[in-house]
């Protein structure tokens, strides 16, 4: 299907005599027209095109600034002006592609100029016959990619019964998903995780197109879907709304212990404008969907330690969080206990800190110091108020190990 896009996207260069990009409406990158190896490419690119074709994804500011032209309600192409603030040195002709009204994605015209006179259409003028043959085009796309969502939105069902559902329900979903992927079903998987997901499009297929991504699906903290019914509904399931605790997707492995083709695809899910701010996990490899659920738990617990802890990068796996992979598994919310939780109020954040970073450091003050960069008296100040507000002697094994814990946890 991936080539039936550029066989479209260059019928549309040929049209207009001009280099045409497909992007989806989330901007990542489908398919783009090949430039004449004879133009000077300073003239028809710039740098918003450049990083779209290098990177596959526009960034969110991009998408900001281009859709404040109204592209995703436009019904007919659009003429986008030059900005060169914004790094839009070229002006460009969007074209909405479009099924039964629902926007899917865009072909975008760069204009060196000799595109200035091209009649839009709209009020009442036709337009220019070269631009309704681009746009008949534009809706053929428009058809294989509603195609290609119904197709991932299937498959994305059918991921989160397996990863959700009450044993019965799983086994059915298990057997379909199976049925679906014939192939690679049994073949080494892993399951990626992004949190939070923006759950406005919980349902919405997520990016399908990336590679060894064979489903994905966004899961409710209450493992649940929309309170309005949106998808197949099951008796064995909480349906009532929540937030998106995130979105998993699953990426088949190409050797049982390689788990770089689903790091890359949770880099290229972080750069999706629905994953704003958010964390990504990689669970343990796999053999098949039986373990599923499993996995699940490990990339969502990874993604929340990519979040809580800086070091781990914006991308964690699971075999390398260590004492996340045992404070994961504490209750949300809820799992300082009462002599911590005056500690973790905003009013004393700096105690917390400098209480975490202590223990860090093994209980070693000089090193503490130096890494909070404090004097030493400062430090012993501060964890004697610690010991006030918590009623915990940091001179003792156990009431480190639960203040250690407890401040941890809390970052989850």
Known sequence: MRGDYQQLVDEISAALGAPATLEDRDFALIAFGAHDSDDDLDLVMDPVRTRSILQRRSTAAVRAWFEAFGISRAQTPLRIPPDPAAGVFRGRICLPVRHRGVVHGYAWLLDDGHLAD??????????????????????????LLAAEARAGRELGELLRDVLTSAPAGRDAARDALRGALPESAE????LVAITPWDREDLDAAPLPSLPG???????????GRRADGAGRGSKDRDTEPGPAAGLAALVRLRAPTALDPARAAAEQLLRSPRAHGSGAGVSDPRRGLADAPAAWRE???????????ARFGPVAEWGGVGPYRVLAELPAGGAADR?????????HAELARTAEVFLDCAGQAGRTAAQLGIHRQTLYYRLSKVEQLTGLDLDEGEDRLLLHMSLKAARL
């Open 299 to 309: 990339a969502l617990a990874a993604a929340r330690a990519a979040r809580a802890e």
């Open 187 to 190: 073949g080494p998987l892993a």
């Open 213 to 223: 991504v064979l489903a994905a699906c966004a899961v409710t903290e209450s493992g």
């Open 339 to 347: 002599v911590v939780r005056p500690l973790l109020e905003r009013s």
């Open 118 to 143: 091209l009649e839009l259409g709209g009020s009442g003028a036709p337009p220019d016959p070269r631009l309704a043959q681009a746009m008949e085009t534009a809706a053929r796309i428009g058809t």
